[in-house]
T-cell receptor
Framework: NAGVTQTPKFRVLKTGQSMTLLCAQDMNHEYMYWYRQDPGMGLRLIHYSVGEGTTAKGEVPDGYNVSRLKKQNFLLGLESAAPSQTSVYFC??????????????FGEGSWLTVV | SQQGEEDPQALSIQEGENATMNCSYKTSINNLQWYRQNSGRGLVHLIL?????REKHSGRLRVTLDTSKKSSSLLITASRAADTASYFCATDAKPTDKLIFGTGTRLQVFP
């Protein structure tokens, strides 16, 4: 019953460093999403994928890259971290498009601090 | 830009009282969902209401939708301390393959 698993859970980066957040789901979902959550801003969509090998930009894609090489994994990369990317990152997945009234399932979050 | 905006931003009540939070959105939707987030955790789906529905119930939850006013409300009846969490509305957006979340309401229920 793993559901959506994110690694790492906590990370501190120095400005300019790079890192990758890994999201894995074991529900055979086609759709996967990366959101960031900031105080007073709610959740904002960074990138999403509608299937293996596909990616698309969300609301706030700048400074991030993603890849979906395997159906079960969705990677979020920061090439050159900036303090403005300090946030909590959530991965989510759904079997059908979330916008068509389908539930999406969230991971537990990854806390990233850029100093 | 955010599609949904919850009101109030924060709400504190005593156990046993009802909690009402509102969500306003900007564009036409097909569906609206409510999610709950406990502190330090991911979001969990609570309930969905479709644009052709006006009211929906699930246990102690009651959701209403007024498409003419582009607003929804979530009512939690007979609240419990365990209901303490943040609550988010989420609406579909064109193209409808993703959800856009509101800013959330932080609910604190005191024993």
């Amino acid at each position: 019953n793993a559901g959506v698993t994110q690694t790492p859970k906590f990370r501190v980066l120095k400005t300019g460093q790079s890192m990758t957040l890994l999201c894995a789901q074991d529900m055979n979902h086609e759709y996967m999403y990366w959101y960031r959550q900031d105080p007073g801003m709610g959740l904002r969509l960074i990138h999403y994928s509608v299937g293996e090998g596909t990616t698309a930009k969300g609301e706030v894609p700048d400074g991030y890259n993603v890849s979906r090489l395997k159906k079960q994994n969705f990677l979020l990369g920061l090439e050159s971290a900036a303090p403005s990317q300090t946030s909590v990152y959530f991965c989510a997945s759904s079997y059908l498009p979330a916008g068509y009234g389908n539930t999406i399932y969230f991971g537990e979050g990854s806390w990233l601090t850029v100093v | 830009s955010q599609q949904g905006e919850e009101d109030p931003q924060a709400l504190s009540i005593q156990e046993g009282e009802n909690a009402t939070m509102n969500c306003s959105y900007k564009t036409s939707i097909n569906n609206l969902q409510w999610y709950r987030q406990n502190s330090g955790r991911g979001l969990v789906h609570l309930i969905l209401i479709r644009s052709n529905e006006r009211e929906k119930h699930s246990g102690r939850l009651r959701v209403t939708l007024d498409t003419s006013k582009k607003s929804s409300s979530l009512l939690i009846t007979a609240s419990r301390a365990a209901d303490t969490a943040s609550y988010f509305c989420a609406t579909d957006a064109k193209p409808t393959d993703k959800l856009i979340f509101g800013t959330g309401t932080r609910l604190q229920v005191f024993p």
